[in-house]
């Protein structure tokens, strides 16, 4: 889960980290020193598309940089995926709600125009350079319904140049994403990830700080703060700045000075609830997808025994065929419940007297046990959860061989069941490391 993010995006802070501003706020101006000069950054995006990008854009911005990466960062700057698995990267809920907050982004984050002055650094060449983008240059939908971004929507966004190049260039740096993940609030992500990227030289993004000091005004233009009172800005800040430190990010955050002449010292520590220094269990329930704070508190109310026997009896219930359109939710539920509503899984037989014992198994993970849950849990998905989890890989497998069109008609395939989703991955998995690609391409066109 530690993954990486381009570092310009990251360190500018493009997108306002307010989770909810007023529509005549669509012009922000930021400036700064870069290598003795003055570096400046504004952005402007018409009010009738909400202002500037904020709040949850940035989650969703951040998710497409991921999938680019993730998608080897071709060369057309395109990130193919469907709206499901975007929010699902960007930690949202596949809903309605989320289908209309992920159509408005897009918008935003196509319509802003950000303009540039020895801010954006070419690693390339080694310099600062200015210009002109769109974060997102354009973006086309395969969906339901005209206007809006539906369930299973199929997406092909164009990143701005700038950022794809920089990525191709390796101007990246690291990103905790179960950490970010795991914070409660928009505001919270945002700060984290613009804190977390004032940790590293933007010459050298192979050194970090262990502080980072700003004067309040000029924190709150680069966070694009709307209310520019100097108590204004530190109730905004202030939630997030608890949970960071509660989180152990923080070790402290220092305020010294008066009004305007305030600064801030931030006193970097390192997430105190890493992933690798949880339980056993919290992993295991985190490898099923259960969001690590539930996970914790499932042990912490029910305790190792009963969650791990309650965990045994998913994986039964999973393997016998029982069908769940939401695993981990079926998961959390099993371990709750207290009204019996799951059947037991039968228990081991014991060996006869004079059977010989059992030799135990090895130590290593038996593969075909693990292939054998991961199967039954993928079986257990509805056609159009197992349509949304296909497609991704599909996508990295043929890249631009099908549209964005065919690949929203391929999905609408799988939904209706004319192919088992499961089967075709592992076909076109296999016809392409066998160099069969245009073959496979074929057998996926014949679903539609």
Not at 33 to 62: K, W
Not at 189 to 211: C, E
Request: charged share 25%.
């Amino acid at each position: 889960m530690q993954r990486l993010t381009e570092a310009n995006v990251a360190r500018l802070g493009l997108i306002s980290i307010q989770e909810r501003i007023p529509a005549e706020f669509n012009r922000w101006q930021v400036e700064f020193e870069v290598d003795g000069r003055v570096g400046q950054l504004t952005c402007f995006s018409p009010s009738e598309y909400g202002g500037v990008p904020h709040g949850l854009d940035g989650d969703i911005a951040n998710a497409l940089i991921d999938l680019f990466i993730e998608q080897g960062s071709p060369d057309d700057g395109v990130v193919t995926t469907t709206a499901s698995h975007l929010l699902l990267r960007a930690g949202l809920h596949n809903n309605g709600h989320y289908h209309r907050v992920l159509t408005e982004t897009l918008r935003r984050l196509k319509q802003a125009t950000y303009t540039m002055s020895h801010a954006w650094r070419d690693h390339e060449q080694q310099r600062w350079t200015s210009g002109t983008f769109s974060y997102v240059l354009a973006y086309e939908v395969t969906s339901a319904e005209r206007d809006t971004i539906t369930e299973g929507a199929v997406l092909s966004v164009t990143l701005a140049r700038q950022i794809a190049k920089s990525i191709r260039a390796r101007y990246v740096k690291p990103l905790d994403y179960v950490f970010l993940t795991s914070l409660d609030r928009p505001l919270t992500r945002a700060l984290y990830r613009l804190l977390d990227a004032k940790r590293y030289d933007p010459q050298d993004l192979t050194r970090s700080l262990v502080s980072y000091q700003v004067n309040l005004m000029e924190w709150a233009a680069e966070c694009k703060i709307v209310d520019q009172r100097t108590d204004k800005i530190r109730r905004t800040l202030e939630g997030a700045h608890d949970e960071l430190k509660e989180r152990g990010y923080l070790q402290d955050v220092l305020i010294e000075g008066r009004g305007r002449k305030q600064t801030l010292t931030y006193l970097f520590g390192a997430p105190a609830q890493n992933l690798a220094q949880d339980p056993e269990l919290v992993i295991a329930l985190v490898a099923h997808r259960v969001a690590r704070p539930v996970a914790r508190k499932l042990l912490e109310t029910y305790g190792d025994a009963h969650v791990q026997a309650r965990l045994a009896k998913f994986k039964t219930l999973l393997a016998s065929g029982y069908k769940a359109r939401n695993p981990s939710a079926l998961l959390v539920d099993v371990i709750r419940d207290d009204e019996g509503k799951y059947v037991d899984p039968a228990p081991t037989p014991r060996p006869s007297p004079d059977q010989s014992p059992v030799q135990p198994p090895s130590s290593l993970p038996d593969l075909e046990e693990l292939e054998r849950e991961r199967e039954a849990a993928f079986q257990a998905l509805s056609l159009a959860e197992q349509a949304d989890q296909a497609l991704p890989t599909l996508q990295l497998l043929l890249k631009n061989r099908l549209d964005t069109a065919q690949y929203a008609q391929v999905r609408s395939a799988l939904t209706a069941g004319q192919a088992d989703a499961g089967q075709v991955v592992r076909a076109v998995t296999r016809a392409v490391f066998e160099g069969r690609v245009d073959q496979a391409v074929e057998d996926v066109l014949l679903l539609l």
